[in-house]
């Protein structure tokens, strides 16, 4: 835990712009418990990830350099392991990762995208003919994708606003049964779900029925950039589409990439960290339900449902007086916990709930 200098809160109840990554840090003799980042594993702040980083900058420097190329082959490999994908290609954001997957898909196709879904993936999508559906109603699904056109449905491994892993197999069927393109958006799921947390394309075992691969590194594997995984005549022809656009990342962050998987394919290592994570979020969320706050979350991702957007912020607000930081979208809070929250972080955060939600209240004991 680590002071952090700079001035946070220069008005009273303002919610923060920026804060520190770690989970918990100190200003101003408080110390406040930060719920905002998706670190759930605390790799962003590894010493190991770090040191990988200024031993690769100290050799080659930050600009992409000869070795650039040995070290995407490598993180190639790995992930065609742990993903099974035939071939890949590595980008630095998901917009830009979003927008060559869009690249292959001609101007007629139809895509279909759950409302709940990635909010880089709904922006890139906005100006395409697209549809939303909502994966608690499969019936109104597969009557809309009974069209005859072109469809590509992309299919979500967890809800970031709601923090529930979806029915993606169930989503899985239905797409397959009507011809559709499938389109694993993993971005909120590698790193989290499945095996070591390969995701939920391992979770539900789904390999073969998926045709596109998209995640990110940056979310739990404390790395850079995101991969676009597919057979490989896609991928080559993604990259004729966008150029030299990755040429541009530097080699460091693909050498913290291969850290990164490296950690989480440490078996012995991973069965402690992976057990605390999901003990702690089972047992936050279960009290949470119990003080009578609404949530569907089953993950370290925690959204609580208030009344509307006004009574949502009040609460975020009177958190950040009680020296708890959460994320606000609309009429939803969210608090992403971390491995190094402790049993007493939880505790104090879940009395602070309490206190906060009888005096607006929203929770009655």
Not at 10 to 19: A, D, F, Q, T
Not at 52 to 76: D, F, S
Not at 281 to 294: D, M
Request: contains cysteine.
């Amino acid at each position: 835990m680590k002071p952090f200098q700079v001035h946070l809160f220069s008005e009273e109840g303002k919610i923060p712009e920026s804060v520190p990554a770690e989970p918990s840090f100190v200003y101003g003799n408080r110390r406040y418990l930060n719920f905002l980042s998706c670190d759930c594993l605390h790799l962003k702040n590894s010493e190991y990830l770090r040191e990988t980083a200024r031993t690769n900058i100290e050799a080659k420097g930050i600009v992409p350099t000869e070795a650039r190329a040995e070290i995407m082959a490598n993180l190639q490999a790995v992930m065609r392991e742990v993903k099974r994908l035939e071939s890949l290609i590595f980008f630095p954001d998901e917009v830009s990762t979003m927008f060559a997957l869009l690249s292959v898909f001609g101007p007629d196709t139809k895509f279909f995208v759950d409302y709940e879904s990635s909010l880089s993936l709904i922006n890139v999508l906005q100006y395409r003919n697209v549809e939303y559906y909502d994966f608690r109603d499969p019936t109104q699904l597969n009557r809309m994708l009974s069209i005859g056109a072109e469809k590509v449905i992309f299919i979500d491994g967890v809800y970031e606003w709601l923090g529930n892993i979806s029915p993606a197999g169930e989503l899985i069927k239905i797409a397959r049964t009507n011809g559709c393109v499938i389109v694993a958006n993993e971005l909120n799921s590698f790193g989290l779900l499945g095996r070591e947390g390969r995701g939920f394309v391992d979770l539900c075992n789904v390999y073969d029925d998926v045709n596109f691969d998209v995640g990110s590194f940056s979310k739990y594997l404390g790395g850079f950039g995101c991969y676009l995984g597919a057979k490989k005549h896609f991928v080559n022809k993604i990259s004729e589409n966008v150029g030299n656009i990755t040429d541009f990342v530097p080699q460091f962050m693909l050498a913290v990439n291969n850290a990164g998987l490296d950690m989480i394919r440490d078996a012995g290592r991973n069965k402690n960290i992976y057990s605390k994570m999901w003990k702690n979020s089972r047992y936050f969320i279960t009290n949470l339900k119990q003080l009578g706050f609404r949530t569907v979350s089953e993950t370290p991702l925690v959204v609580i449902m208030f009344n509307n957007n006004e009574e949502a912020g009040e609460f975020t607000r009177k958190l950040i007086d009680e020296q708890i930081i959460v994320g606000q979208k609309k009429e939803r809070i969210r608090l992403c916990l971390s491995v190094e929250h402790s049993k007493e972080d939880l505790d104090f955060c879940l009395q602070k709930f309490e206190v906060i939600g009888n005096a607006l209240g929203i929770v009655k004991t």
